[in-house]
């Protein structure tokens, strides 16, 4: 695999940018959908994400990168109980892919040659604990996407199948990118995502000489690229450590949770999670920035990253579901 | 020397040289053309495979091999084709399954992907090559118009002049002037004028854009720049100050503007410029329309069957069907290893499949009221998209007036397209009926050879006063309505007429009967109204 192109190069795109390292500080925010035009950095900025995360802690050989060997699955059979550093596991989940893949199926090799039922774990198993990415989501087949919304909400990868039965922990984020004019996403998965963001192209000159020559000087030398922006890359990085532990003791104040559900209701978002997302992003929010509490200003800041996909479709309003979700938040906070 | 020819040879040359540029898409049929570019990319990579555009994912991705696997009793894995490193060639590209292209696009961004030579042979507007991968190789080379006498000349050579200052802004430039919003084009323009050269001159640099940038094209740079005696972008509005301290290069960007101008097809210079988005040449249309209906499954429960070529064999069902004779077999077939099967043991994959729904509107847009149908019309095309993914249907608007039909939305499953397209909306002048029957038919029946359930839905509110070969002749006019509508009968396409009329008429009554379609009169039809009805004709 090529070397990634590293995070903080990435020129401008600052709501993306924004979404993923939030999602980062809380896991809990739910993931993140990328939505735009070819050729704005969707992919690279995901791929870029694995580089930037901390390490976990994982038992070492564990299928689902248990924290600690009392996680470990039995059919894991692992004997070991060392633990190790590793990079936070970033999936790639491919178009096509068949549901054993994913889910995890029997082992074929061991059930022909050996004769025994074992079960070899998939995707889901592999995401455990990190990010599972899904680019052009948007053509995921059907069957594929049912599965992913009935696991990314248990948190729970349930296989009965092939005279097996398996529970593992699967709790992972959700990044997905795609470009609308191929074909819109199913409303109960956009539901799924925490936070999505529309990326257009900068229409900045200066802008995009620069998107183009970072990518031009990346593609010569990948090595020295990567070393120029090491401490970029680990600033962020440390914002990010020390914004985990800060979300710990920010409370969001009564005035906050009115503020999250006088936006909701005035757009009319369906159910609660729009609300519970919009708390969270804003405390990570805080957090990242360095705050004592979470205010009016980080609640406006994510609105449009947590809301803007959870309107009733309106095809007959024109404006962008961004642009509407400012329309409120300007009436609202006025 | 600087033909198309040279072009496609030095975008070849370029592949070679820099493999990780990508690779190349070529317009062109069977012919003297495609004889010799063949030859000419297989001298190139003399490792070229040639894959079929109907490749399958597990193809391409790899897998378990089942007949190995069952041959040697262990668990033999194939590996995909992308993955063997070998150069690629896939002609009729655009047939390629959208899903197979986002796979292919997926190991390009990884760096994993071997150069890839697509040929693009569409002969109709709607097929097109996934834009993903469209969007991910350089150089896109149309060989469709060469004939013999073209195909002489070499590939350019780099230029030993001057390096030139500032290549990267140069490009970006252009690229803005020309339309091309993205910014894949000129980092591959960049990436390309670096190939050619370490240090890109002038000439290399405008090489470059005529390769990358020129095909890409959607308008040419404003004409009032032309007058200017310093041109400045029209786009670089908020960033006039480095515009103007990079003076020493603006005849470098004229000079690329004015090389890619002049390899633009000839087809951007004369027509009308689309106003946004539109390829040069090409019809526009995402991959919503041109997938293969049939290709959601869910999987069955699998079945007993023999392998015919075309169905998967379900291994493990395959497996569980022999284990409980392998004692007796043993005893039949004493010399044979490992699991003995049998053909009879063999189970296919089964897959539900449910075809997809082309709702075809076809729309009076001639007279007075024309102008509140066609809105009402976009709003219930909106309203039928915005519920698209629960119903599969994919939709298509056709507007007929004055003299003829005009497919207005090809079909389509994105309500962004759909938006776009559906902004402006013309209208007024007679009611050629047939004409816009036939157009309605037309894409029905092409919808229907792509493996989707078409439904042509007409509104009108009127009598035809326009016949098919466009003479205001009423009786011909009426006459050749109730010909167009009998051959929908007779072709088997489900339709619907809506009579937006205010008062319901006799003749679109029978006009309806002669389609075979049910008829509802439904004066100012409004667009939840009609979206209904479609969800009840469903």
Redesign the interface.
């Known amino acids: 695999?090529?070397k990634a192109f590293p995070f903080s190069a990435i020129v401008g795109q600052d709501a993306m940018k924004q979404a993923m390292i939030l999602t980062a500080i809380d896991p809990t925010i739910g993931g993140v959908l990328v939505f735009g035009?070819?050729?704005?950095?969707k992919?690279t900025a995901v791929?870029a994400l694995a580089g930037l995360l901390p390490q976990i802690e994982v038992v070492d050989g564990c299928p689902i990168n248990s924290a600690s060997p009392g996680d470990v699955p039995d059919w894991a059979e692992l004997g070991s109980k060392k633990l190790r550093k590793r990079p936070t596991p970033v999936v790639?989940l491919?178009?096509?892919v068949?549901?054993d893949r994913v889910t995890g199926a029997?082992d074929?090799?061991r059930?022909?040659?050996r004769g025994e039922k074992a079960f070899e774990p998939g995707l889901l198993a592999q995401a455990n604990r990190g990010y599972l990415y899904i680019?052009?989501v948007n053509?995921l087949?059907?069957?594929i996407v049912d599965l992913l919304l009935d696991v990314a909400q248990s948190g729970e990868n349930v296989v009965e199948r092939?005279g097996l039965s398996i529970r593992h922990a699967a709790r992972f984020v959700l990044v997905g990118s795609g470009?609308?004019?191929?074909?819109?996403?199913?409303?109960q998965l956009l539901d799924r995502f925490g936070l999505s963001v529309e990326v257009t192209?900068?229409?900045?000159?200066?802008d995009?000489?620069e998107?183009?020559?970072r990518?031009?000087s990346f593609?010569?030398d990948p090595e020295g690229f990567a070393k120029r922006w090491a401490r970029a890359e680990s600033g962020v990085r440390k914002k990010i450590v020390a914004a985990r532990e800060a979300i710990k003791t920010l409370d969001a104040g009564t005035e906050v949770l009115e503020d999250c559900a006088r936006l909701c209701i005035a757009l009319g978002s369906d159910g609660l999670r729009g609300e519970l997302t919009l708390l969270r992003a804003a405390r990570a929010l805080a957090a990242y920035d360095g705050a004592k509490a979470i205010s009016k200003a980080h609640v406006s800041a994510v609105a449009p990253l947590a809301l803007s996909h959870r309107l009733r479709?309106d095809?007959?309003d024109?404006a962008g579901s961004a642009t509407r979700v400012e329309r409120v938040l300007a009436d609202v906070f006025a | 020397m600087n033909t198309p020819w040279t072009r496609f040879l030095t975008a070849l040359d370029l592949v070679a040289r820099a493999p990780h540029l990508g690779g190349m898409v070529l317009t062109m049929r069977p012919g003297p053309a495609w004889d010799a570019a063949l030859a000419a990319i297989e001298a190139a990579f003399p490792e070229i495979r040639r894959w079929p555009a109907s490749l399958s994912l597990r193809d391409l991705s790899g897998g378990l091999d089942s007949v190995a696997t069952l041959a040697e009793g262990r668990a033999v894995y194939s590996t995909g084709l992308l993955a063997r490193g070998h150069p690629i060639l896939i002609p009729s590209a655009e047939r390629l399954d959208p899903q197979a292209a986002a796979l292919i696009a997926q190991a390009m961004d990884a760096g994993t992907a071997p150069p890839l030579f697509l040929i693009d042979e569409a002969a109709e507007a709607e097929e097109t090559l996934a834009p993903a991968l469209l969007d991910r190789l350089p150089f896109w080379c149309d060989l469709s118009e060469l004939s013999l006498r073209d195909l002489t000349g070499h590939a350019a050579a780099p230029d030993p002049g001057a390096p030139v200052q500032d290549p990267a802004t140069t490009l970006t430039v252009s690229a803005l002037r020309f339309g091309i919003p993205g910014l894949r084009a000129p980092t591959q323009a960049l990436a390309a004028a670096h190939a050619l050269n370490d240090m890109p001159t002038d000439t290399d640099v405008t090489m470059a854009a005529q390769l990358v940038l020129a095909p890409r094209a959607t308008q040419l740079p404003a004409p009032e720049d032309e007058d200017s005696p310093q041109p400045e972008p029209q786009q670089q509005t908020s960033d006039d100050a480095e515009g103007q301290n990079r003076g020493q290069d603006i005849p470098l960007d004229d000079l690329v503007i004015e090389a890619v101008a002049a390899v633009l097809p000839d087809l951007l210079k004369n027509a009308p410029l689309k106003p946004n988005g539109a390829r040069g040449g090409k019809g526009f249309s995402g991959s919503g329309s041109r997938r293969r209906g049939n290709r959601r499954g869910r999987p069955l429960p699998a079945q007993q069957g023999a392998l015919d070529g075309q169905a998967r064999i379900d291994l493990v069902a395959t497996l569980r069907a022999a284990v409980p004779w392998q004692k007796m077999r043993r005893a039949q077939f004493p010399d044979r290893q490992g699991v003995i099967l049998l053909p009879r043991d063999i189970h296919v994959q089964r897959m539900e499949e449910r075809s997809d729904r082309v709702l075809v509107f076809t729309v009076d847009a001639s007279g007075s009221s024309a102008m509140a149908r066609l809105g009402e019309v976009k709003g219930a095309v909106e309203l039928v998209l915005a519920q698209a993914y629960a119903r599969r249907d994919h939709v298509a608007l056709i507007a007929f007036r004055r003299d003829g039909a005009e497919m207005l939305l090809p079909p389509t499953r994105s309500l962004v397209q759909a938006k776009r397209r559906l902004a402006s909306l013309p209208g007024g002048g007679g009611t050629p009926l047939a004409a816009g029957i036939e157009a309605g038919m037309r894409q029905a029946v092409s919808a229907r050879a792509r493996g989707l359930t078409p439904q042509v839905i007409l509104l009108t509110d009127g009598r035809g006063n326009i016949a098919i070969d466009g003479s205001a002749n009423r009786q011909q006019a009426a006459d050749d309505a109730v010909r167009m509508a009998r051959s929908i009968a007779q072709s088997d396409i489900d339709a619907l007429v809506i009579d937006t009329g205010a008062r319901p008429q006799r003749q679109l009554a029978d006009l309806a009967h002669d389609m075979g379609a049910p008829y509802v009169p439904l004066p100012r039809a409004r667009a939840g109204q009609i979206s209904d009805i479609l969800t009840g004709a469903r």
């Open positions: 695999m090529a035009d070819r050729g704005t950095g992919s791929r790639d491919p178009l096509g068949s549901q029997l074929i090799e059930a022909l040659s680019d052009e053509l087949e059907d069957h092939d470009n609308p004019e191929e074909g819109d996403l199913r409303p192209s900068p229409t900045n000159m200066a995009r000489v998107v183009i020559r990518r031009d593609d010569r479709r095809p007959l024109d």
